[in-house]
């Protein structure tokens, strides 16, 4: 199993999610309609795909990798970029199902709140678009050239258990994926 390959996979497919997110961005500007269960459902997948899944493995086996075999170039760019952007991520999503359990216990859908959902999903969509992008162009390139072929079979080894040890989970959440992806495109 190619591990950097795996990772970009899921970034196609978190692309595509982002694409779903803009999605439900315009319905609930040109409709006013929320529907805060959805909302729930994206930030579960926010959750367990993008971030479990995916910036869990990053951190956890290729980014640790490089940061230890890689020098300082490497270490800036993980610690002072990437893992800046997964901290902001998962903000933006705190702040969406903020404003979805809000919407979910009654709450008026105002402008304020229409605002907030909103603004806060672009948030997160913009800011995971140009992060993929910056780590398909920049960061992965880098490690694929920079690591040793043992510390690349290291990262494909690893992969290979976590995947095995958590299909269930991508299952399921490519499931709320394909619900979503049906639903509002
Ligand atoms: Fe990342
Ligand atoms: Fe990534």
Sequence with gaps: MDGIKVLETEHSNIVDFTNVLRAMGIKAMNERVVEPED????????????????????????????????????????????????????????????????????????????LDVIGHTMEYANLLQRHAEKENTVLFPFGKRELSPELLEAVNRETEQFEEENAANREEMLGILSYLRNKYI
């Excluded at 795909?49 to 760019?77: N, V």
């Excluded at 705190?94 to 979910?104: G, L, M, N, V």
Aim: charged share 35%; with cysteine; hydrophobic share 40%.
């Design 39 to 114: 909302f729930l459902k994206a930030v579960d997948f926010v959750r367990r795909y993008s971030d479990k899944q995916h910036h869990g493995k990053e951190e956890k086996i290729l980014f640790r990798i490089m940061t230890e075999h890689l020098g300082p170039q490497a270490q800036r760019l993980i610690e002072n970029g990437m893992m800046v952007e997964h901290d902001l991520a998962r903000l933006y999503v705190s702040q969406i199902e903020e404003c979805a359990f809000k919407i979910k216990e009654g709450a008026d859908l105002t402008d304020d709140i229409l």
